[in-house]
């Protein structure tokens, strides 16, 4: 049983966070809140997602007892394995989702879940929406997050950072994102032109020093920039020729994203 | 001879009602105003429109007389039924003088037929635009607008219409409006989703209780809704698997527009 | 050396109207500033551009002597020509120059050239930019000013123009400029419709009385009503059957664009 009530700002800002890297995904429902790990279909990117239940106004959840009258026919393996971790799981596809809550002017938005149905009842206002779930097992499987180290991590202005990628998209395919002694820069060259943006500690919210960089494709960075729209800040964990995490919040903090994206190899 | 000034919003107020159904008509233009009744191209949906004379800022109208010298030779019977019915026909192609009034600002229009040359003199400040009629006998003939009694007459605002109207776009090709006791409601049902809209009594601006639903092409309402984004309520009057007649004013209650929408056979 | 700082709105005026009717071309830089003179690839309309060195912010400029030990082998013919005159070329892809400006906010921009690597520096705030310029050589001549004198001048709201403009292109696809006694005016025939704008002198800025008229094909006076959208009024030059000259001044008076447009021969 799954009935809650959010804000719809924050649902969709959620679901904007995801949409950036997947059109569809598995949440893990749990009585501390709402998850999703997935990967993107080309497997270079990861979004990690958690909303905790205080950052719905009304949370209601529990697993159904296993062995109960009307379920024991049904019981699958899966439905065993999701019941001894007291999760639920429910395959959403996101892109119709946040189309959907695009319609709802600024309501309150109910969820409710009919998992017999594999249903889920949305009501804005006075629209109701009945949306199909997709079969979990017919979507990918959740990644391992690897275990990284990054030595260092740059805090900076989400809109400094989108402004850069929308101008590198002008210049080139790839990005390169460093840090110089106590200057952060992302550079792009293309056939033609070189784009660079520098900024030095004190024009950023905080700053590791140190000497790294990674070459990045930027249809990633790009597709990731649009997830956090309504973000004010980020963070970003570098390393030498080493993986990107970008880590924000939503919901006034009681949720977290995590993009993970693979460096590309640099031709030199 | 026609001659007449009329507030530009309002004109093109008029036109986006007609252009909703047909792309071009017929107006009679009449001592008392000017009036269009037309079919869409597949024969299911009509508009009825009728602006009166104290709409405009001036307006001057006469029917020449019959055998009058100038004319003897080229009276028609056409013309001759024309002038026993003391109006004359002008044909338009609506969608091309709604592009050229969106040009003008926020001026008054000044109006003034050249009958013989078969041109609309149209004038916006500076701006004079000398457009050529359409040949009446050219265009579909005027509709009979059926005899129908609708048991339930429900009055909402146009906004709220529009809006579910839109959501229902993403879900299906169809919908249901219907009421069933003091509950207004609007159905879509897609292969994967369902959008229900339920709006009690107090929610609406007038509603006969009742219970009756019909089901119509979301082709033909999502058009109709594109004619009255300026019109703050609607008037639906409904039936069992029966027309749907939506009526609204325009010109601040001087101009009555109605659209009339054949049902759909549900499949049940 | 060629180091300059300006308001980074003035540059993108300034560039915006070059875009209008070239893609790429030269600027000639000297001492006094920036010039620019270049024809459509139709060879139709001609643009002729010049931006004084007071609208700059900065403005640095110096030819290198000739002779000079580094460049003595680098010398060629076209070098020693524009050192005898006392200015240097640059080629620029305008479109791509613009792009790129368009992302930088409301800062002011700082340009520096390298002549030996022919790239241009652009740093607008933290962004730096770094634009391969195009080999002079490659581009079209510098087309020469024929020796023109215009009866008539008329001075207009960019506005006015642009709608009118945008108003005819509904219409046909050529349009005369005309004066008539002490009206000036616009007119396009399509083959259905006409569409005339009547302006007398008062509604005007200034206007030399005369009789003169000449076609002009719309496409490219609707190009140049894009040069100009930060422009309040617009001089126009005309005769009969004649060329038209629309002069604007830029970077409030410190600049200075003329269009150059060839008539069409009028088929009566």
Redesign the interface.
Known sequence: MFKAKIDLTVLKECIESLTAIVDEGKFRLTESGLKLRAVDPANVAMVSFELQRDAFDLFQFAVKESGSEADTDADTEAEAESESKDEIEIGMDFV?FL??LG?G?RDEVELELDEQAQKLFTRMG???????LLDPSSLRKEPKVPELEFPVQVIIETE?FR??I??AE??GDHIVLGVDGEVFYMETEGE????????KKD?LIQLTPGTVHSLYSLDFISAMSKGMSHVENITLNLGKDYPLRLDFEVAEGKGKVSYLLAPRIENE
């Open positions: 119709k189309g959907i319609i002017g006075s629209l109701a929406y009945t949306i199909s400094m402004r850069t929308r101008a002008k210049v033609m032109d070189k784009l660079r943006l520098g900024l024009q």
